[in-house]
């Protein structure tokens, strides 16, 4: 698998560029005040977990890096290229970040392969047996390819998310969003979906995943960061994240979800 | 030891056996289990059945007796009927007498050949939506949408033809022309009809850009044919003034409907702008057009547009009715879109522009879809409301079906004759609207099929 999977992302674009970089980012929602200057690095290739309480503005961080959410003040900068010059610009380095959700999105109207084919017809203007074919073999990534021809409400909620992840990784992205990509599932089919995340995680992709999921963490992440209120609290290595954080606030988070 | 024997037993799971299938109790299949259990399931709802039946038979039995049995089919005049039946039944020889201007108004007789033609066009135009291996079935209702019109004017207007006026007839012919070549290539060979050309002139089949070349010359060539042929050809003018009956119907409501849902798509669209400016304009636009009755914006267009353009310009009154219905339609439509696209969750829009598309592609290939299909039921109940509202344009003297029927009793050999016609035009517009209803049930029901919600 992960001889195949390699080639994701070719080594020759590994630079010292960090991935995804957010310099002093602040948001508000009117007067509520989301995310309190925000710094944050991720490298090429790392993979960060993201976790905190409900409301702590995980998902509005994640989504500033991919400009889902627009921040106030500061800056948002993909592999050296910052946001905002123009739209035109801004799609270019969107196209770079895939992202998952917690509610799927998948397109109700399209089936399974059509999903995937659909932004490779539209915005990369490929041949429609080339898209099949990539977006057969992603789908064959994430076991799923016998579906192809269905519609995603038929599937199941597991199902759905896969589909959502071959649909993501179809553009070719070099950096992975994931908002709470289980949090929807039934417990069953977390494990489905975790083990693709897990594939992925091993070839080399650079990974954001908002999660509870903390055995997920423990295996994959390079880091974890723990949020509240706005702001980034922690931010370490799962080992010395789980075994020892630095605040209490993260030790009492630790202490309700473990 | 019956303790251990019972104790190694529960040790071995117990097998699941379903159990055998049974048909339903007969009471409740067939026409008489349901008409036990629908109709005559208690005293009163027997009761209810019995006087219901008895009360649509003695209506439907009078209206068969007036319409049919009774009624006088041959008779020169009025006062025949009379002196045969009386008012008992139907007088229908008048209405017979004036089925050519209910459904023609009155364009000359031996030009209604044009308005037939126009009609067969369209016909045609639309049938290979409905033939299976078509492929370019948006492209093609697309085209009969947006280039029919220009072909029809000139068939029920006919008369001079300027520059312009030539081009746009050519481009409605070569459209038409290019449909059926269209349809019967992809029939035939899987290609539309300039990559089939593409291909028989020798273009190899894996050059995107020598077939995509060679297509534009094939339907270049066939725009030129339909100019010189729209040059050579030339119909009398017919005058919108006698225009009139089904026809008219048929053409303010066909504007109306065609051009509300595009209208309505980009009022809608508007009004959600991010930008005040277009915001605003649409909302002004909507919200003042909603609010007045499409009877005075009728008269406002007849009247008082006339006093506001410049002396010298002059716009038939046809136009103008056709303009007051469609800016009246698109109003309302884009209430509806609107609300569809309210329904549409935020993470369709989310899910789209982070693949990469952009705001108007996201509209078009993943939000509308979506949002049309579940404002069918809507759309169409507006569309046919559309369609009878027409009825009000004979206020400002254009003579629609309804006016023709009315004509009907002033006509002095069949003076006084009001309920014939009326009962016919009544079966006209029901058989309309009816289709319109059943084809936007099959519509659903299609576009329905496997994606339950
Ligand atoms: N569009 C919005 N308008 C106003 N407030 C918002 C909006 N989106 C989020 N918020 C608020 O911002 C705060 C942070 O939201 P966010 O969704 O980022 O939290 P989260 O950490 O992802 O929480 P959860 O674990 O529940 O998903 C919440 O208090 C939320 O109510
Ligand atoms: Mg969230």
Same mark, same amino acid.
């Given at each position: 698998?992960?001889?195949?999977?390699?080639?994701?992302?070719?080594?020759?674009?590994?630079?010292?560029?960090?991935?995804?970089?957010?310099?002093?980012?602040?948001?508000?929602?009117?007067?509520?005040?989301?995310?309190?200057?925000?710094?944050?690095?991720?490298?090429?290739?790392?993979?960060?977990?993201?976790?905190?309480?409900?409301?702590?503005?995980?998902?509005?961080?994640?989504?500033?890096?991919?400009?889902?959410?627009?921040?106030?003040?500061?800056?948002?900068?993909?592999?050296?290229?910052?946001?905002?010059?123009?739209?035109?610009?801004?799609?270019?380095?969107?196209?770079?970040?895939?992202?998952?959700?917690?509610?799927?999105?998948?397109?109700?109207?399209?089936?399974?392969?059509?999903?995937?084919?659909?932004?490779?017809?539209?915005?990369?203007?490929?041949?429609?047996?080339?898209?099949?074919?990539?977006?057969?073999?992603?789908?064959?990534?994430?076991?799923?390819?016998?579906?192809?021809?269905?519609?995603?409400?038929?599937?199941?909620?597991?199902?759905?998310?896969?589909?959502?992840?071959?649909?993501?990784?179809?553009?070719?992205?070099?950096?992975?969003?994931?908002?709470?990509?289980?949090?929807?599932?039934?417990?069953?089919?977390?494990?489905?979906?975790?083990?693709?995340?897990?594939?992925?995680?091993?070839?080399?992709?650079?990974?954001?995943?908002?999660?509870?999921?903390?055995?997920?963490?423990?295996?994959?992440?390079?880091?974890?960061?723990?949020?509240?209120?706005?702001?980034?609290?922690?931010?370490?290595?799962?080992?010395?994240?789980?075994?020892?954080?630095?605040?209490?606030?993260?030790?009492?988070?630790?202490?309700?979800?473990? | 030891?019956?303790?251990?024997?019972?104790?190694?037993?529960?040790?071995?799971?117990?097998?699941?056996?379903?159990?055998?299938?049974?048909?339903?109790?007969?009471?409740?299949?067939?026409?008489?289990?349901?008409?036990?259990?629908?109709?005559?399931?208690?005293?009163?709802? #027997? !009761?209810?059945? +019995?006087?219901? =039946?008895?009360? %649509?038979? @003695?209506?439907? /039995?009078?209206?068969?007796?007036? $319409?049919?049995?009774?009624?006088?089919?041959?008779?020169?005049?009025?006062?025949?009927?009379?002196?045969?039946?009386?008012?008992?039944?139907?007088?229908?020889?008048?209405?017979?007498?004036?089925?050519?201007?209910?459904?023609?108004?009155?364009?000359?007789?031996?030009?209604?050949?044009?308005?037939?033609?126009?009609?067969?066009?369209?016909?045609?135009?639309?049938?290979?939506?409905?033939?299976?291996?078509?492929?370019?079935?948006?492209?093609?209702?697309?085209?009969?949408?947006?280039?029919?019109?220009?072909?029809?004017?000139?068939?029920?207007?006919?008369?001079?033809?300027?520059?312009?006026?030539? #081009? !746009?007839?050519? +481009?409605?012919? =070569?459209?038409? %022309?290019? @449909?059926?070549? /269209?349809?019967?290539?992809?029939? $035939?060979?899987?290609?539309?009809?300039?990559?089939?050309?593409?291909?028989?002139?020798?273009?190899?089949?894996?050059?995107?850009?020598?077939?995509?070349?060679?297509?534009?010359?094939?339907?270049?060539?066939?725009?030129?044919?339909?100019?010189?042929?729209?040059?050579?050809?030339?119909?009398?003018?017919?005058?919108?003034?006698?225009?009139?009956?089904?026809?008219?119907?048929?053409?303010?409501?066909?504007?109306?409907?065609?051009?509300?849902?595009?209208?309505?798509?980009?009022?809608?669209?508007?009004?959600?702008?991010?930008?005040?400016?277009?915001?605003?304009?649409?909302?002004?636009?909507?919200?003042?057009?909603?609010?007045?009755?499409?009877?005075?914006?009728?008269?406002?267009?007849? /009247?008082?547009?006339?006093?506001?353009?410049?002396?010298?310009?002059?716009?038939?009154?046809?136009?103008?009715?056709?303009?007051?219905?469609?800016?009246?339609?698109?109003?309302?439509?884009?209430?509806?879109?609107?609300?569809?696209?309210?329904?549409?969750?935020?993470?369709?829009?989310?899910?789209?522009?982070?693949?990469?598309?952009?705001?108007?592609?996201?509209?078009?290939?993943?939000?509308?879809?979506?949002?049309?299909?579940?404002?069918?039921?809507?759309?169409?109940?507006?569309?046919?409301?559309?369609?009878?509202?027409?009825?009000?344009?004979?206020?400002?003297?254009?003579?629609?079906?309804?006016?023709?029927?009315?004509?009907?009793?002033?006509?002095?050999?069949?003076?006084?004759?009001?309920?014939?016609?009326?009962?016919?035009?009544?079966?006209?517009?029901?058989?309309?609207?009816?289709?319109?209803?059943?084809?936007?049930?099959?519509?659903?029901?299609?576009?329905?099929?496997?994606?339950?919600?």
């Amino acid at each position: 698998m992960s001889g195949a999977t390699a080639t994701l992302v070719p080594a020759s674009t590994r630079t010292a560029t960090p991935a995804v970089e957010l310099i002093g980012v602040n948001k508000w929602f009117g007067h509520f005040h989301v995310l309190k200057d925000i710094d944050l690095r991720v490298a090429e290739g790392e993979k960060v977990v993201v976790c905190g309480p409900s409301g702590s503005g995980k998902s509005t961080m994640i989504r500033c890096v991919n400009q889902l959410e627009h921040q106030q003040e500061g800056r948002v900068v993909i592999h050296g290229r910052a946001f905002g010059e123009s739209a035109q610009k801004d799609e270019e380095i969107r196209r770079d970040i895939g992202m998952v959700f917690q509610q799927f999105n998948l397109f109700p109207h399209m089936t399974v392969l059509e999903n995937c084919t659909f932004a490779l017809t539209w915005v990369k203007h490929l041949p429609k047996a080339e898209a099949e074919a990539i977006a057969m073999s992603l789908l064959e990534r994430v076991h799923i390819p016998e579906q192809a021809k269905k519609y995603p409400l038929q599937l199941s909620g597991g199902q759905q998310q896969r589909v959502a992840i071959a649909r993501a990784l179809c553009m070719r992205p070099r950096i992975m969003l994931f908002d709470e990509p289980t949090s929807a599932l039934d417990p069953e089919m977390i494990n489905e979906v975790l083990e693709v995340m897990v594939e992925l995680a091993e070839s080399g992709m650079t990974m954001m995943v908002v999660t509870h999921e903390m055995g997920f963490a423990r295996k994959v992440a390079d880091r974890v960061i723990f949020m509240d209120q706005g702001e980034i609290v922690e931010d370490a290595p799962p080992d010395v994240f789980f075994a020892n954080p630095r605040y209490d606030r993260t030790r009492l988070f630790l202490s309700q979800i473990l | 030891m019956p303790d251990e024997a019972r104790l190694a037993a529960a040790d071995q799971p117990l097998v699941f056996r379903p159990k055998p299938e049974r048909p339903p109790p007969t009471s409740s299949i067939g026409v008489l289990g349901w008409m036990r259990a629908n109709l005559f399931s208690s005293v009163s709802n #027997a !009761l209810l059945t +019995l006087l219901g =039946a008895y009360i %649509a038979i @003695v209506f439907f /039995t009078a209206i068969i007796n007036w $319409a049919l049995v009774d009624a006088v089919w041959e008779a020169s005049n009025r006062r025949e009927c009379l002196d045969r039946v009386g008012r008992a039944g139907a007088c229908w020889p008048g209405v017979i007498a004036w089925i050519p201007n209910l459904l023609y108004g009155l364009y000359p007789k031996d030009q209604v050949w044009r308005i037939n033609i126009a009609f067969l066009i369209l016909v045609a135009w639309a049938l290979p939506l409905w033939l299976p291996r078509v492929r370019s079935k948006v492209g093609i209702g697309l085209s009969a949408v947006l280039l029919y019109p220009f072909l029809a004017s000139y068939f029920f207007h006919g008369g001079a033809k300027d520059l312009l006026w030539t #081009a !746009l007839i050519a +481009l409605g012919m =070569a459209a038409f %022309a290019g @449909v059926w070549l /269209t349809t019967l290539s992809e029939r $035939a060979t899987g290609l539309p009809f300039g990559a089939a050309i593409a291909r028989l002139t020798g273009a190899p089949e894996d050059d995107e850009a020598a077939t995509r070349t060679r297509a534009r010359i094939a339907y270049a060539v066939l725009y030129l044919v339909a100019v010189g042929v729209t040059t050579q050809w030339s119909l009398s003018e017919v005058s919108t003034r006698y225009w009139g009956g089904l026809f008219l119907t048929l053409v303010i409501s066909g504007f109306g409907i065609t051009f509300s849902l595009p209208a309505g798509v980009m009022l809608a669209l508007g009004r959600r702008s991010q930008m005040p400016f277009i915001s605003l304009c649409s909302t002004a636009f909507i919200e003042l057009f909603r609010s007045v009755p499409l009877i005075t914006i009728l008269f406002m267009f007849n /009247t008082m547009l006339p006093l506001f353009l410049p002396v010298g310009v002059e716009v038939n009154r046809l136009v103008r009715a056709i303009v007051a219905v469609c800016l009246f339609a698109a109003a309302y439509m884009a209430e509806i879109v609107r609300g569809g696209l309210q329904a549409i969750p935020r993470g369709q829009y989310e899910a789209a522009s982070a693949v990469g598309l952009g705001f108007w592609q996201s509209t078009a290939l993943v939000i509308m879809p979506q949002a049309l299909k579940i404002m069918i039921p809507t759309i169409v109940g507006n569309f046919i409301g559309l369609f009878k509202d027409t009825t009000l344009v004979s206020i400002i003297g254009l003579f629609d079906l309804l006016s023709m029927a009315r004509a009907v009793g002033e006509d002095t050999t069949w003076l006084g004759l009001f309920l014939e016609p009326f009962f016919f035009i009544t079966m006209i517009y029901f058989v309309f609207c009816f289709l319109m209803s059943q084809y936007s049930l099959n519509l659903e029901r299609r576009l329905g099929a496997g994606q339950r919600r």
